[in-house]
């Protein structure tokens, strides 16, 4: 009799278990290098937790099961055509730099984090896992950039050579932490007892620490998130009253919040989006209504087909800087990729929410929330802020769609 114990073999659902965690890792690399340790690390984050992610998603799309529902079909070809259009648009660029800097963005990294997003999304452990490495990374990003400041290892603004790499940096950083407070928030609203009054200390801390970065668009985005995606998971339990009654008491504690901090002796020193909100001059036109106006103007005068990738910031005036994108998506696409860009546009991301509307009632209501703590801060930043180069977009689009996609577990 043979009592040899059999050789170990590596468990494919073991191996797919991390596509959740590095998901997450990944979205918010930017905002993992603001952290004062992690921005001297010898390698390069995202090119770490990319080549990590892609084998890892391969194992998940083979160890479950897939059901795609109604209605994904369409976004999710529009999104695919978006990005092929945007690669044949960049042959009538008049940009060499800026499309060399938009192109790899774009092929290399838009349609893997798509997908990233729809399996995600889709299988409830993955799922979890995104969302557990989230809250880590909200915490690890808030928390290390008030260290930072405290001890004067960071200085908010950068100096004059790296100004606007280090305002990316940390507007991105908001992002994450904001997306972190939505998640706690969601917690909140699912835990009972003691537990919830842990997870709503966690929210008002995160909420408190996204003013630290300096991101005005951050501390909207928190907004969002906390008070909109629990009153999504209340309003799937038809539970109306609570739903509203949260989305007024978040509004009020906000209010109170800020009142406070402005009140107090320092008058809320440090904290950085207080001292851009309340003081700096806003008497001049905001620099993003000047580059939605230069979009338009420009949509319009190279329509049909745009300037093509790359082409607004040298067309508008500015030179080869990538910076002085229109930080909206639909003139992006309308500006550079010309009415076949916008219509793609629309149809991918504009469809992609029909859908998760559509879809929300019919999944479980935590997931609808969680997906909804993970989007919201992202579409208010797609609509006044980042490219569509950037990845965080693509894969908050696989999130949305992810809703009509069932990931069922392959039993031998």
Not at 26 to 31: K, M, N, S, T, Y
Not at 42 to 55: E, H
Not at 263 to 270: D, I, L, N, T, Y
Request: charged share 10%.
């Amino acid at each position: 009799m043979n009592t040899a114990a059999p050789a170990w073999r590596p468990d494919a659902a073991l191996l797919a278990a991390a596509s959740g965690a590095l998901a997450a890792v990944l979205q918010f690399a930017g905002a993992l290098k603001s952290v004062p340790g992690l921005a001297a690390l010898p390698f390069d984050l995202t090119v770490l937790a990319f080549a990590l992610l892609l084998p890892s998603l391969a194992v998940l799309l083979l160890v479950r099961r897939w059901r795609l529902g109604r209605g994904l079909a369409v976004p999710l070809a529009a999104a695919l055509g978006l990005v092929l259009w945007l690669v044949l648009a960049g042959t009538w660029s008049v940009s060499d730099e800026v499309l060399a800097e938009k192109l790899p963005g774009l092929v290399l990294l838009a349609p893997p984090m798509l997908l990233a997003g729809l399996l995600v999304g889709a299988d409830a452990p993955a799922l979890r896992r995104c969302c557990a490495a989230t809250l880590v990374v909200g915490v690890v990003v808030g928390g290390g950039i008030a260290w930072g400041v405290a001890t004067r290892q960071v200085v908010l603004g950068g100096s004059s050579a790296e100004t606007e790499l280090v305002r990316v940096q940390y507007q991105l950083a908001g992002l994450a932490i904001a997306c972190a407070a939505g998640l706690a928030a969601v917690r909140v609203a699912e835990a009972r007892g003691l537990a919830r009054l842990g997870w709503l200390g966690l929210t008002a801390a995160l909420s408190v620490a996204v003013l630290v970065p300096g991101g005005r668009l951050a501390l909207l985005a928190a907004g969002l998130g906390v008070a909109g995606a629990p009153a999504l998971f209340w309003g799937l339990h038809g539970r109306w009253l609570a739903a509203l009654g949260w989305v007024g008491a978040m509004l009020g504690a906000g209010v109170l919040g800020l009142g406070l901090l402005l009140a107090s002796p320092r008058g809320g020193a440090g904290l950085r989006t207080l001292e851009r909100v309340f003081g700096e001059p806003n008497t001049a036109t905001p620099a993003r209504v000047l580059l939605w106006n230069e979009a338009l103007r420009w949509g319009g005068k190279a329509a049909p087909l745009g300037l093509g990738t790359g082409g607004f910031p040298q067309a508008a005036g500015f030179g080869e800087r990538r910076g002085m994108y229109p930080h909206n998506h639909a003139l992006e696409a309308l500006a550079e990729g010309g009415l076949p860009g916008l219509v793609l546009w629309l149809a991918a991301f504009g469809g992609g929410v029909v859908l998760a509307l559509r879809q929300a009632a019919r999944v479980a209501p935590g997931r609808a929330a969680r997906i909804a703590a993970l989007t919201l801060p992202v579409a208010l930043t797609v609509m006044v802020s980042t490219d569509l180069g950037n990845r965080m977009a693509w894969f908050a689009l696989g999130l949305l769609l992810s809703l009509a996609l069932e990931a069922e577990a392959r039993h031998v």
